[in-house]
């Protein structure tokens, strides 16, 4: 027959064993990081164009838009003034970013350019 004492010690080994397995999971789960994906405005030839046209994102992640060629650009989305850049990018190399909180489809453009047909789309997972 199993005394107090013995039965105390097995209990208090079996609950520190589980507290340690319980605590290890909270330490290795490591939180997930938010990627930037690039997007060239205006193509390497000098085309009216976002290059990707299209990007696939998940919540949380950023788009960074760099000046390439045939400058200068903007990035306005309809409906998403937090995510519009609505001033002219006139430098070489300018950047523009926005981060998506939300699943979606954002479609943009380039105000000045919006004519030849600059436009491209965000889908956010």
């Known amino acids: 027959m199993m005394n107090i004492s013995s ?4 209990l208090g080994l079996a609950i520190a064993s589980l507290l340690f397995v319980v605590g290890s999971l909270f330490i290795t789960a490591s939180p997930a990081s938010a990627d930037t994906v690039t ?56 950047e523009l970013e926005s981060t998506f909180n939300e699943a979606g489809e954002f479609a943009y453009y ?10 491209g789309k965000v889908v956010v997972q």
Request: charged letters at 25%.
């Open 7 to 10: 039965f105390a010690k097995k």
């Open 39 to 94: 997007v060239k405005m205006g193509s390497d030839g000098g085309q009216l164009v976002f290059e990707p046209k299209v990007v696939t994102i998940k919540v949380g992640d950023t788009v960074k838009w760099v000046n390439n060629k045939a400058f200068p650009h903007n990035i306005v989305f309809d409906g998403h003034e937090e995510l519009s850049h609505k001033k002219l990018a006139q430098k070489p190399k300018a």
């Open 110 to 119: 380039c105000s000045p350019h919006r004519g030849a047909g600059m436009a």
